[in-house]
């Protein structure tokens, strides 16, 4: 049991240190970002239509892009997580070899205004979701940092309870788990608001093929 117990100090302090190096890191690599923010990728809250859609403009729309139903429904379909991006290209494809000529420039634009929407609405909800696992992670390191220095007053008392060191121990060596576990998951996190920003840039190469 003593064994056990050395090993899993020895692992918490030495976990302990790296994982502060790592924060260390991201901070540095979010350096131009706000504090909560710990990908390398620059922090963009919310897209500007204007930089990737050089159609009509968005202000001129006589109407939602909702009203028109089908544009609707594609625009939905095509943004869902659910939907592969193969398909949702292949479903924006199909919608623009439809359209009229006559009301394809009006059209193409509803499209494009959903798509955007719907992107933009989803891109922020990814951000938000990077930013609030990114505050649980500095909170959890902050509580592995008093845990340590709880552990090490503790196997200075000589009159501390052995039992209560080793638990505090294992809890300290899960509670670093986790935080390894949930910061490896982090670069994926990142990666989806330029994810979703791609797939929208490739439906909208399609609907430009369109335009008149």
């Known amino acids: ?49 204007g930089t990737i859609w050089t159609g009509p ?18 625009a939905r379909f095509a943004t869902d997580r659910s939907t592969p991006g193969d398909e949702a290209l292949e479903r924006v494809r ?12 009006e059209r193409l634009t509803l499209l494009f205004a959903g798509l955007f929407e719907l992107t933009d609405r989803e891109r922020r909800r990814a951000i938000d979701g990077i930013r609030r696992a990114s505050r649980a992670q500095m909170a959890r390191l902050d509580d592995i940092s008093a845990m340590v220095d709880e552990l090490e007053e503790r196997r200075a008392d000589e009159q501390a309870d052995e039992a209560e060191i080793e638990g505090l121990s294992e809890t300290l060596f899960w509670e670093e788990r986790t935080f390894e576990r949930r910061q490896q998951a982090l670069p994926a996190m990142c990666e989806q608001p330029a994810l979703l920003e791609e797939k929208l840039g490739q439906m909208v190469r399609v609907i430009m093929e369109r335009m008149p």
């Open 1 to 49: 049991m003593t064994s056990l117990r050395s090993s899993l100090v020895v692992l918490g302090l030495g976990a302990a240190l790296a994982l502060g190096g790592v924060a260390r890191v991201e901070a540095q690599r979010a350096a131009a970002g706000p504090p909560d923010w710990p990908c390398v990728q620059r922090l963009i809250p919310e897209l500007a239509w």
């Open 94 to 105: 199909d919608f623009v070899a439809s359209v009229d000529d006559g009301e394809a420039e």
């Open 57 to 74: 403009s968005l202000d001129e729309l006589e109407r939602d892009w909702w009203e028109d139903e089908e544009v609707g429904r594609v």
